[in-house]
């Protein structure tokens, strides 16, 4: 089972990783990306990686989160930095084969259980 990890309460400026290991198979096939969901809110795009390496990011992250992968652990990776209460939301990874970053979409692919990132003020 797909599984996120790395979320948790931490005060706002402070910093967190967010994990998600999936097999070599779908991995090496794969878009990768992270999204949120807020409460009462969609689940959007934070960050995305294609399989190239090359890497796309909301505005309002941009700057602050780092997106990256591990290929020798088929690992993919969302470092958050300089947090704010608006960040506040459970966390998704998702790996979608043969999908390129403008093609990934909510319901398509592989996703993990979330993570929740709560960000106090």
């Known amino acids: 089972q797909l599984q996120a990890s790395g979320g948790g309460l931490v005060q706002a400026g402070g910093s967190l990783r967010l994990s998600c290991a999936i097999s070599?198979?779908?991995?090496?096939?794969?878009?990768m990306a992270w999204y949120r969901q807020a409460p009462g809110k969609t689940r959007d795009l934070v960050a995305a990686v294609d399989r190239g390496g090359s890497s796309s990011y909301a505005g309002s992250v941009k700057g602050r989160f780092t997106i990256s992968r591990d290929s020798a652990n088929y690992t993919l990776y969302l470092q958050m930095n300089s947090l704010q209460p608006e960040d506040t939301a459970v966390y998704y990874c998702t790996f979608q084969p043969f999908r390129t970053i403008a093609t990934m979409t909510r319901s398509n692919g592989y996703w993990g259980q979330g993570t929740l990132v709560t960000v106090s003020s």
């Open positions: 070599e198979s779908i991995f090496s096939i794969s878009a």
